[in-house]
């Protein structure tokens, strides 16, 4: 054996100091520094001076046990037997390796796996005697771990009780506690809404949740389980892998719907394929699959190894979370000015693209997540998301990294940063003066949802404004096909279809024209709203705060007048007295201290509207504190903001005298329907439909519901107990129709 050198031993020592460290991190505090891969690394590491110095191996190295170390606040399990952990493949070439080792010791040509997602959650040992949910456990290190019964008989899909019948007396089902990604997100942000640390992953989470010491915790927390193998039994289950799980199923316990059999390698690669196309869909986090020896006899003569069965493999998919270095933070400026801060990584793998930069949101997050340039950092990277850095690892931080503090000017155009009260972004001050905002903003301008024109992307419009062939959107409108083909990369044909494309944006929609300006916070929906409201341009270029509010109610009525006027018209007396839905009938109405003039205004209100069934005084009051629905205060006032501005107001001017239109925008047509024109009164109690309901159907129709019969009345729908309206009816000869007839007439 050779004598280990100084340094080996040195370097063995701080990977024992390392791994002891980030252990605690992990199975302790279930709030680990380290991506998983880092950490296998680490360990990898020791794993190999210990292989080549094995006269180091100490009893105690972290290498020498199974998994965590158990709780001391919980009580210790020993488990009857020992629970074991998996290989892992990370390639097809090691599964194939694994698959030939199998077929090798059991002499066979192929065999039968049962393949299963590998769930990232914690592993659970639950013991039913009698069919009664006796005790439950955490791995702990495999063979002693911790008694978690009282937090586990919260989690709903486990039964306290095994269902039907047939289970043996003694029965160790294991399985995995997981915590879903929509619960998994809900409780982050109720941890943060609480000021308490998020949890770094759904693993952690569910991890953190067991260990609770307050059962009722563990019981708000929305953890899962799926059973995947059992541990001790009396006697057999069947004698397949699978066939112990339905069997377990057929209890009343949850397996994953994933779980199947598969033949062969290929099989289980197929497995692998399929299941990663499907990982971010899933509604719980998996870190790769697992295949077993499906038939229990072929388990049995394959054996274990160590702490893993022969038998099984888990084929494990590329890690999600990496460490990089942050090597720098740089500002990108948006079309509003916003600034927001990016990180630049040293280029890393992450779920298998190469990852180099992550936004990092505004500045008060990097403060939050404390990220100093220089750090390694996780870098997380799900699906299609965006890569997102989530937190430095402190313990690897050399030395003293100066905190980071935003620079408070614009990186383009060095005007002064500025920020509204309460918010966390910093923009711009430079508007239409940034170069920046301005290519931003242009772009916007031309993109699909906005301008739409063809044949001018966001490369060409930088190509553009670099050349300064253009200052503004308004400049495009000049462009000429000389100025065209003389830049880089660009032919004839693709500068005539670009001209074409401008030409062509020239007519438009109001709203699309609106969203193209960019005002800030005026979106897609926004624009709409405002287009149909407003109608024209210069109505809305001139339109005050007060032109955004809503009237309500009539010119001149206060809140006294309005009950007095609502008292009036609610009274059945006045209603049966007065043709309320003849104008003139109104004249006749003398009400003190409201004048005539004022009476009329309601009078047409409600003739247009038809009179309700009762009159609500804050209807009539005028009160202009309604904002038009999907319109603020704030996007009103930077609306106007906007329109104030003299450069804004030259490129639009701009924009139209190049040529830019669209069809006005009419009032809404309302689309005639059948009863249109018709007065409608109601009475009585409709079994078929309430009041209201019937109202509205009406209503949908095209017919006016009035609550008084006149002459005008057209019919008169009675329902059971219908009052003296009925009588008013048969004496003016107004047809009334039963609720019969009335059925008959919507259908
Ligand atoms: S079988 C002897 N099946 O992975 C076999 N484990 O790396 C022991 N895990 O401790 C485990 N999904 O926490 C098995 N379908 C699955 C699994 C699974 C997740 C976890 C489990 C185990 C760890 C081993």
Request: proline share 6%; aromatic share 8%.
């Given at each position: 054996?050779?004598?280990?050198?100084?340094?080996?031993?040195?370097?063995?020592?701080?990977?024992?100091?390392?791994?002891?460290?980030?252990?605690?991190?992990?199975?302790?505090?279930?709030?680990?520094?380290?991506?998983?891969?880092?950490?296998?690394?680490?360990?990898?590491?020791?794993?190999?001076?210990?292989?080549?110095?094995?006269?180091?191996?100490?009893?105690?190295?972290?290498?020498?046990?199974?998994?965590?170390?158990?709780?001391?606040?919980?009580?210790?399990?020993?488990?009857?037997?020992?629970?074991?952990?998996?290989?892992?493949?990370?390639?097809?070439?090691?599964?194939?390796?694994?698959?030939?080792?199998?077929?090798?010791?059991?002499?066979?040509?192929?065999?039968?796996?049962?393949?299963?997602?590998?769930?990232?959650?914690?592993?659970?040992?639950?013991?039913?005697?009698?069919?009664?949910?006796?005790?439950?456990?955490?791995?702990?290190?495999?063979?002693?771990?911790?008694?978690?019964?009282?937090?586990?008989?919260?989690?709903?899909?486990?039964?306290?009780?095994?269902?039907?019948?047939?289970?043996?007396?003694?029965?160790?089902?294991?399985?995995?506690?997981?915590?879903?990604?929509?619960?998994?997100?809900?409780?982050?942000?109720?941890?943060?809404?609480?000021?308490?640390?998020?949890?770094?992953?759904?693993?952690?989470?569910?991890?953190?949740?067991?260990?609770?010491?307050?059962?009722?915790?563990?019981?708000?927390?929305?953890?899962?389980?799926?059973?995947?193998?059992?541990?001790?039994?009396?006697?057999?289950?069947?004698?397949?892998?699978?066939?112990?799980?339905?069997?377990?199923?057929?209890?009343?316990?949850?397996?994953?719907?994933?779980?199947?059999?598969?033949?062969?390698?290929?099989?289980?690669?197929?497995?692998?394929?399929?299941?990663?196309?499907?990982?971010?869909?899933?509604?719980?986090?998996?870190?790769?699959?697992?295949?077993?020896?499906?038939?229990?006899?072929?388990?049995?003569?394959?054996?274990?190894?160590?702490?893993?069965?022969?038998?099984?493999?888990?084929?494990?998919?590329?890690?999600?979370?990496?460490?990089?270095?942050?090597?720098?933070?740089?500002?990108?400026?948006?079309?509003?000015?916003?600034?927001?801060?990016?990180?630049?990584?040293?280029?890393?793998?992450?779920?298998?693209?190469?990852?180099?930069?992550?936004?990092?949101?505004?500045?008060?997050?990097?403060?939050?997540?404390?990220?100093?340039?220089?750090?390694?950092?996780?870098?997380?990277?799900?699906?299609?998301?965006?890569?997102?850095?989530?937190?430095?690892?402190?313990?690897?931080?050399?030395?003293?990294?100066?905190?980071?503090?935003?620079?408070?000017?614009?990186?383009?155009?060095?005007?002064?940063?500025?920020?509204?009260?309460?918010?966390?972004?910093?923009?711009?001050?430079?508007?239409?003066?940034?170069?920046?905002?301005?290519?931003?903003?242009?772009?916007?301008?031309?993109?699909?949802?906005?301008?739409?024109?063809?044949?001018?992307?966001?490369?060409?419009?930088?190509?553009?404004?670099?050349?300064?062939?253009?200052?503004?959107?308004?400049?495009?409108?000049?462009?000429?096909?000389?100025?065209?083909?003389?830049?880089?990369?660009?032919?004839?044909?693709?500068?005539?279809?670009?001209?074409?494309?401008?030409?062509?944006?020239?007519?438009?929609q109001f709203a699309?024209?609106l969203?193209?300006?960019?005002?800030?916070s005026v979106g897609e929906e926004t624009a709409k709203i405002l287009a149909d409201y407003f109608k024209s341009l210069p109505a809305l270029m001139a339109a005050k705060l007060s032109d955004y509010l809503v009237k309500k109610g009539v010119k001149g009525i206060g809140p006294k007048s309005a009950h007095k006027i609502a008292d009036f018209l609610n009274d059945d007396k006045n209603r049966e007295r007065y043709d309320l839905e003849n104008p003139a009938a109104w004249q006749k109405i003398e009400l003190r201290g409201v004048a005539q003039s004022t009476l009329m205004a309601v009078a047409k209100i409600f003739q247009k509207r038809g009179l309700p069934e009762r009159v609500n005084p804050s209807d009539l009051e005028n009160k202009n504190s309604v904002m038009i629905p999907g319109v603020g205060e704030l996007t009103a006032k930077s609306i106007i903001?906007?329109?104030?501005?003299?450069?804004?107001?030259?490129?639009?001017?701009?924009?139209?005298?190049?040529?830019?239109?669209?069809p006005a925008i009419e009032e809404k047509a309302v689309e005639a329907g059948p009863l249109d024109g018709q007065i409608v009164v109601i009475t009585g109690t409709l079994s078929h439909m309430s009041r209201d309901e019937a109202k509205r159907r009406l209503q949908a129709l095209g017919a006016k519901v009035s609550s008084s019969v006149s002459k005008k009345t057209s019919f008169v729908v009675a329902g059971s107990d219908p009052g003296s309206k009925v009588e008013k009816a048969t004496r003016l000869g107004v047809e009334v129709k039963d609720e019969q007839m009335f059925m008959a007439l919507l259908a």
């Open positions: 054996m050779k004598n280990p050198p100084q340094e080996a031993i040195s370097q063995l020592n701080k990977l024992r100091e390392q791994i002891a460290y980030h252990n605690e991190r992990y199975y302790v505090y279930d709030a680990p520094e380290l991506p998983d891969a880092e950490y296998d690394k680490l360990f990898a590491q020791l794993q190999a001076l210990e292989l080549r110095y094995p006269q180091l191996i100490t009893p105690s190295s972290p290498t020498q046990r199974v998994g965590g170390a158990p709780l001391s606040a919980f009580s210790s399990v020993k488990h009857r037997v020992p629970m074991l952990s998996l290989a892992n493949a990370f390639s097809p070439q090691e599964v194939a390796a694994f698959d030939r080792g199998v077929c090798k010791k059991l002499a066979i040509e192929q065999v039968s796996y049962a393949a299963e997602p590998k769930l990232d959650g914690l592993a659970i040992s639950l013991f039913y005697q009698q069919g009664e949910l006796q005790q439950a456990a955490t791995r702990g290190d495999g063979v002693t771990g911790e008694d978690v019964t009282l937090n586990v008989r919260t989690i709903k899909s486990i039964p306290l009780a095994l269902r039907g019948e047939g289970y043996p007396h003694t029965l160790e089902v294991r399985g995995e506690v997981f915590m879903p990604k929509k619960g998994f997100l809900k409780l982050n942000q109720q941890q943060q809404q609480r000021g308490e640390k998020p949890f770094a992953n759904p693993r952690n989470a569910a991890a953190g949740s067991l260990r609770q010491l307050d059962a009722a915790v563990a019981a708000s927390r929305p953890l899962a389980f799926y059973c995947y193998g059992v541990g001790y039994v009396e006697g057999a289950l069947t004698t397949s892998h699978i066939g112990n799980l339905k069997q377990l199923q057929h209890w009343g316990l949850p397996i994953s719907p994933e779980v199947t059999v598969v033949e062969g390698v290929d099989g289980c690669l197929a497995y692998h394929r399929d299941i990663l196309q499907r990982r971010d869909p899933l509604p719980y986090e998996i870190d790769g699959v697992v295949y077993k020896v499906n038939d229990l006899a072929q388990q049995a003569q394959l054996g274990s190894v160590a702490r893993a069965p022969r038998w099984a493999i888990a084929h494990k998919f590329p890690a999600q979370e990496e460490m990089t270095e942050l090597l720098a933070i740089d500002i990108q400026v948006g079309r509003t000015g916003a600034l927001t801060p990016v990180a630049r990584l040293a280029p890393v793998q992450v779920g298998g693209v190469v990852v180099t930069n992550a936004t990092l949101h505004n500045e008060e997050e990097i403060q939050r997540k404390d990220l100093r340039v220089g750090d390694q950092v996780i870098v997380r990277r799900a699906g299609d998301v965006i890569p997102e850095v989530v937190a430095p690892i402190i313990s690897y931080r050399k030395g003293e990294l100066p905190r980071y503090v935003m620079k408070k000017t614009c990186p383009v155009c060095h005007s002064e940063a500025v920020k509204e009260h309460g918010m966390a972004v910093w923009r711009c001050s430079g508007g239409l003066f940034c170069d920046a905002q301005r290519k931003e903003s242009i772009k916007h301008f031309v993109s699909r949802r906005a301008m739409d024109i063809d044949g001018l992307g966001s490369k060409l419009v930088e190509q553009l404004m670099d050349e300064q062939l253009i200052k503004d959107a308004s400049d495009l409108y000049k462009l000429t096909e000389d100025q065209l083909v003389a830049l880089d990369r660009m032919g004839e044909k693709s500068a005539k279809n670009t001209l074409k494309g401008i030409e062509k944006s020239k007519s438009t699309k024209f969203f193209a300006l960019g005002i800030p903001a906007f329109f104030n501005q003299p450069h804004n107001r030259e490129v639009i001017d701009k924009l139209l005298v190049a040529g830019i239109h669209w």
